[in-house]
């Protein structure tokens, strides 16, 4: 979650500084309670681990000190660089087709993560998936469900997007709702997962069932997935 995405709504803090050829990131947990902080660390760098070991192309981890993590600079956010307006279709096709390897790298080996826009990254026409917060795994869902039970329900739902299957269309379903981005590249990237039968029987009202459980989980005061 790269400074650049401010503006966008959250269910999580992350601050984040920029140094000279790392990103600091400070998370911060919202309802989990901070004498939990070593075991979310742990957790952090387990997910990590799970990422880089199914293939996903991921900053470097510098350091690690509590709740506070150093990682390798990896480029701009691709936020930022779809909102051109100006960009060709082989430029975006070659984005996607990045993406892509890391969604199916996901499902083939069964980790989740969230596969919104504002999670990659680009450096030297290399896409990176820059997002280990919250860690997508069972342990921390039952953690951070045990410090907001009145949630339960919702973060079970929102969560169940993050699942390996769930990617393609969890990725389509954030495009579809983040209108400042170029309007090719959620065309673009509909007819691909459906020609390579990523996604098979299309069905938009999956797209929008997404989209809704998202919306209405973050509207809700004291949701939060940390």
């Not at 979650?1 to 959250?10: E, L, S």
């Not at 739902?157 to 981005?181: G, R, S, W």
């Amino acid at each position: 979650m790269m400074k650049i995405m401010k503006n966008i709504p959250t269910v999580n803090d992350t601050h984040i500084k920029f140094k000279a050829n790392y990103v600091e990131k400070t998370y911060i947990l919202k309802k989990i309670s901070p004498e939990k902080s070593s075991l979310v660390s742990r957790l952090i760098c387990d997910y990590y681990e799970d990422l880089k070991n199914a293939g996903i192309s991921i900053p470097k981890l510098l350091s690690k000190r509590g709740l506070i993590f150093n990682f390798e600079y990896c480029g701009s956010g691709l936020m930022e660089i779809l909102k051109n307006k100006k960009l060709t279709n082989s430029y975006m096709k070659n984005l996607l087709n990045q993406i892509e390897t890391i969604l199916k790298n996901c499902r083939k080996n069964k980790v989740g993560l969230d596969p919104h826009i504002k999670n990659f990254t680009l450096l030297d026409d290399k896409v990176f998936y820059v997002d280990t917060f919250p860690p997508v795994s069972k342990e921390y869902i039952n953690l951070l469900i045990r410090h907001n039970k009145e949630f339960k329900k919702e973060i079970k739902l929102h969560l169940k997007n993050y699942k390996p299957n769930k990617l393609f269309y969890h990725f389509l379903a954030d495009l579809k709702k983040t209108k400042e981005l170029n309007k090719n590249f959620y065309k673009i990237a509909k007819d691909n997962f459906i020609k390579k039968r990523y996604i098979r029987n299309f069905d938009m009202e999956k797209v929008n069932e997404i989209i809704k459980i998202e919306k209405s989980n973050i509207s809700k005061t004291g949701f939060t997935l940390s």
